[in-house]
């Protein structure tokens, strides 16, 4: 299994634990917890429940990134709403984080970077009943967070081109970053040039593909799996940063 694979199946263990952490501390403390929406300490315990239930499917199936995105922002509302913001907002952080490493941003950024804001700000006024002092703690949190996002942004988008997926060991068959590649050198078959052109153009998506070119999903996904495994690549993120670095030439 990759490294990548395996942290990200450890991440996903972990947080099951804490999910069912919660879940119990709500169970049988819910009690000592603050809420200011009636019936809170009935329905919440429920929703970490359903937390839990979905994390353990997301071991089974770690590829399901909308059921990831979902108990992040559930659980990062539910913390908002229990008076435990500043966990809500680095549930938020790792939710925001997550959607950029899979690609969310990469189209229609500056909509999606609003929807984002958005919710944000939404789930920040869910705390003012709280109180002012830790609304506006959280307010500058929350400020302090964005422009360390913004920060990450800009030194991912810096290294990612020549450090996180170029690497002249694993590459042997490649020329350094910024070459022109000739992919009649890849032993690719019609088909597969015919789907790798697609993806190039920004058809990221396998079910997109499938509808663009008219072939089976099983049939995208082994030919891409095949693509990827000519360049050396894990997996079509990695493929589509690895050949961004270059002129391509079919």
Not at 19 to 47: D, L, M, Q, R, W
Not at 144 to 164: A, L, P, R
Not at 181 to 193: M, P
Request: proline fraction near 3%; include cysteine.
């Amino acid at each position: 299994m990759e490294r990548a694979n395996i942290y990200h199946r450890l991440m996903i263990l972990f947080g099951l634990i804490t999910v069912t952490t919660a879940a119990v501390i709500g169970v049988f403390f819910g009690e000592h917890c603050s809420y200011y929406i009636p019936y809170s300490n009935k329905f919440i315990p429920i929703v970490h429940i359903l937390c839990s239930i979905g994390t353990i499917i997301m071991l089974i199936k770690p590829s399901l990134l909308p059921l990831q995105a979902f108990i992040l922002e559930i659980e990062s509302i539910v913390c908002c709403m229990s008076n435990f913001g500043e966990i809500g907002l680095i549930l938020f952080t790792v939710l925001v984080v997550t959607l950029y490493l899979n690609l969310f941003f990469d189209k229609n950024t500056k909509l999606k970077i609003s929807l984002m804001f958005t919710i944000w700000v939404i789930q920040d006024l869910i705390t003012f009943p709280f109180g002012t002092v830790r609304f506006f703690m959280l307010t500058s949190l929350s400020t302090f967070f964005c422009f360390f996002m913004v920060y990450f942004y800009s030194k991912i988008e810096i290294k990612k081109g020549t450090v996180k997926f170029y690497d002249s060991k694993r590459h042997k068959n490649l020329p350094p970053p910024g070459s022109d590649l000739y992919i009649n050198n890849f032993d690719l078959t019609d088909r597969q040039i015919k789907l790798l052109q697609k993806f190039l153009s920004g058809i990221e998506n396998y079910n997109q593909l499938k509808e663009e070119i008219r072939y089976s999903l099983s049939t995208v996904k082994r030919e891409m799996t095949i693509i990827c495994q000519k360049f050396d690549t894990a997996n079509i993120i990695e493929l589509k940063h690895l050949l961004s670095q270059y002129k391509i030439i079919f």
